[in-house]
């Protein structure tokens, strides 16, 4: 499951300059194959900590899936509660 269009997550990821080639999926929250990932020709992922705590196994195998995507975890507090955490959500993505 991914984040897509008109999510608090995608409007965060594009006020860090990121582009979600999932966004036009017709779901928020699109579900994907593992074939739909391998040709998304993605550069980057980002694994949250939550909703579902990814963690260093989840990277080698989308690693598989997606070999020349760098994959990294990250807070997913600073992607998706807004709320006082955006306080220091700034400094968290600018650092990534």
Request: with cysteine; charged share 25%.
């Amino acid at each position: 499951m991914l984040a897509g269009h008109d999510t608090f997550i995608n409007d965060m990821m594009k006020r860090c300059g990121c582009v979600n080639v999932f966004e036009m999926h017709a779901s928020r929250y699109p579900v994907v194959t593992n074939a739909e990932l391998s040709k998304s020709n993605m550069e980057l992922i980002l694994l949250s900590s939550e909703p579902f705590p990814f963690k260093e196994k989840h990277i080698s195998e989308l690693k598989a899936i997606c070999p020349k995507a760098q994959i990294m975890l990250v807070d997913g507090e600073m992607f998706s509660w807004y709320g006082s955490r955006l306080l220091k959500a700034a400094g968290y993505l600018k650092r990534l």
